[in-house]
């Protein structure tokens, strides 16, 4: 069964900082990239950060210099470091995960639930 279960989300002040955590589990061949994404309310859902599996990594304009990602294929984890947090990055973060399938050079697409991260002012 695929799983990707997210923690870390909560209220801070501005300036502060979080950090996302989100295990993956159900992969049979593997996973592909992993990403962080996020909704505010009224907006469209957007990336904040992706990496691939070999560690390679990009950023939305807005959150570079302060969010960093990582992952640990052993455990098939993602993480995001949230620094100088900031009221508009007050939004549900969503975990992403590209599960290779038994089609060589396929995969397809898992969320997790999402967790709130909340900055106030």
């Known amino acids: 069964q695929v799983q990707l279960v997210e923690s870390g989300g909560g209220l801070v002040q501005a300036g502060g900082s979080l950090r996302l955590s989100c295990a993956a589990s159900?992969?049979?061949?593997?996973?592909?990239?992993m990403g962080w994404y996020r909704q505010a309310p009224g907006k469209q859902r957007e990336l904040v950060a992706g990496?691939?599996?070999?560690?390679?990594?990009n950023y939305a304009d807005s959150v570079k210099g302060r969010f960093t990602i990582s992952r640990d294929n052993a455990k098939n984890t993602v993480y995001l470091q949230m620094n100088t947090l900031k009221p508009e990055d007050t939004a549900a973060y969503y975990c992403?995960?590209?599960?290779?399938?038994?089609?060589?050079?396929?995969?397809?697409?898992?969320w997790g639930q999402g967790t709130q991260v909340t900055v106030s002012s």
């Open positions: 992403n995960a590209q599960f290779f399938t038994h089609i060589p050079g396929t995969f397809s697409d898992h």
């Open positions: 990496i691939t599996v070999g560690g390679r990594t």
């Open positions: 159900g992969s049979i061949f593997g996973i592909n990239a």
